[in-house]
């Protein structure tokens, strides 16, 4: 590899990594693995702390997400069901079927009793079930294809966006699901990662493209003012860091490129030579990120000029 120093994990159950989420307390690391598997890990040491087995019979997992206040592990499958497992007291808190097909996206908010889920069936939803009212579940419709992440407005916890194989972005309101009031953002390209962040006191998405560019757009006047362009391949993964002022792109190309978020120059490419990058996390309180790729996860601390 290029860049920084980059530890490597290339153990059987660490490859194809479907998804992944980073405990903001402890040194855990969640993935799911395209053979349906899931893993916590802790990142200090790497030993698997819990597998599928704790969280669900179902062998096959496609997302799974942290719910930090809750101490739940919630798990999506590919028949559409979703699965809570309390990890601190290892047992099964709820399992319910939620969609009809694979779920492809899970979203958790960051105050409210709310999971946000998504699949690949037909009608392309978007379910809010709110699990202090017996996961009461409530519909967004408005894409028209397979919607690829959902992610909430830091600034407004009651406004999300959503990208989609659609070719667009849409941002919603938690509150109304009127179709008029749903913005819709034109990518022309499949939307497959979204995320918000800030540059000169005005909001901002960047959205990763099938067309391997990350599209900048301004939230003000919703206009696309910018590109991204320097990947090889399509962009799966697109996020600002929760911390440094940087944007941070993963690409089917096999590289990770840091971007600086005020001036969108490119800082650092690293390559590690696993493949497809899937996914990626952000260590809270560091400068080291996990990236999960085809044929291994690696850990690495960001190395900035």
């Known amino acids: 590899p290029t860049g920084p120093t980059v530890e490597i994990i290339t153990k059987a159950d660490a490859l194809e990594v479907s998804s992944m989420d980073v405990h903001p307390i402890e040194p855990w690391i969640m993935t799911t693995h395209r053979a349906g598997s899931l893993r916590v890990w802790n990142y200090k040491t790497m030993a698997t702390l819990k597998s599928i087995q704790d969280v669900t019979d179902e062998p096959a997992v496609n997302v799974a997400k942290f719910v930090v206040r809750e101490k739940w592990i919630v798990a999506g499958d590919r028949n559409g069901c979703i699965h809570v497992h309390n990890y601190e007291e290892n047992e099964e808190v709820e399992s319910f079927c939620a969609h009809s097909s694979c779920i492809t996206t899970l979203a958790v908010h960051p105050t409210d009793p709310f999971l946000f889920s998504s699949s690949n069936d037909a009608g392309h939803l978007i379910k809010l079930w709110n699990w202090d009212n017996d996961w009461e579940c409530k519909e967004f419709h408005g894409h028209v294809g397979t919607v690829t992440q959902v992610t909430f407005n830091p600034n407004d916890s009651n406004s999300f966006a959503s990208a989609s194989k659609d070719g667009t972005v849409k941002i919603w309101s938690i509150c109304s699901d009127d179709p008029s009031k749903i913005i819709t953002l034109k990518l022309d390209e499949h939307g497959l990662s979204v995320d918000y962040f800030?540059?000169?006191?005005?909001?901002?998405?960047?959205?990763?493209?099938?067309?391997?560019?990350?599209?900048?757009?301004?939230?003000?006047?919703?206009?696309?003012?910018?590109?991204?362009?320097?990947?090889?391949?399509?962009?799966?993964?697109?996020?600002?860091?929760?911390?440094?002022?940087?944007?941070?792109?993963?690409?089917?190309?096999?590289?990770?490129?840091?971007?600086?978020?005020?001036?969108?120059?490119?800082?650092?490419?690293?390559?590690?030579?696993?493949?497809?990058?899937?996914?990626?996390?952000?260590?809270?309180?560091?400068?080291?990120?996990?990236?999960?790729?085809?044929?291994?996860?690696?850990?690495?601390?960001?190395?900035?000029p």
């Open 198 to 304: 800030t540059r000169n006191n005005q909001q901002h998405l960047i959205v990763g493209c099938n067309d391997k560019t990350a599209q900048i757009w301004k939230l003000e006047t919703k206009e696309r003012v910018h590109e991204l362009e320097s990947h090889t391949n399509l962009i799966s993964a697109a996020n600002l860091h929760p911390e440094l002022p940087i944007l941070i792109t993963g690409s089917f190309d096999g590289t990770v490129r840091i971007w600086n978020s005020i001036t969108y120059k490119l800082e650092n490419v690293i390559g590690f030579h696993l493949g497809a990058v899937y996914a990626f996390g952000c260590m809270k309180g560091s400068r080291r990120i996990v990236v999960g790729c085809h044929q291994g996860i690696a850990m690495m601390d960001i190395s900035l």
